[in-house]
Nanobody, 119 residues
Framework: VQLQASGGGLVQAGGSLSLSCVAS????????MGWFRQAPGKEREFVAS????????SYADNVKGRFTISRDNARNTVYLQMNSLEPEDTAVYYC?????????????WGQGTLVTVSS
């Protein structure tokens, strides 16, 4: 599956951004999806995930209550709504996919979209 993330940009602290990730090449509903991010000089970290049907979601503690992950299987798209953004949220955000039929790791990654939050 190929993943194309978009929606990043520059926003002031306290603002909002919505990221999108469009999948192609495979049946989207066969994949659990996740968002990850990597800040400058830091390792990549988990942000949020959603299962293939959208019924199960999980969040990193540092974004819980501010970020919302969702998906539209008819549009082959997963979203990340980010509210109350903080300078610490500045990072390249990546969407990722893993098949729902096994318990493996995320095997497919998008190219990343840069989010910059100014103070």
């Amino acid at each position: 599956v190929q993943l194309q993330a978009s929606g990043g940009g520059l926003v002031q602290a306290g603002g909002s951004l919505s990221l999108s990730c469009v999948a192609s090449g495979r049946v989207f509903s066969n994949y659990n999806m996740g968002w990850f991010r990597q800040a400058p000089g830091k390792e990549r970290e988990f942000v949020a995930s959603i299962n293939w049907s959208g019924a199960t979601r999980s969040y990193a503690d540092n974004v819980k209550g501010r970020f919302t992950i969702s998906r539209d299987n008819a549009r082959n798209t997963v979203y990340l709504q980010m509210n109350s953004l903080e300078p610490e949220d500045t990072a390249v955000y990546y969407c990722a996919a893993k098949t729902r039929f096994t318990s493996g790791t995320y095997a497919y990654w998008g190219q990343g979209t840069l989010v910059t939050v100014s103070s």
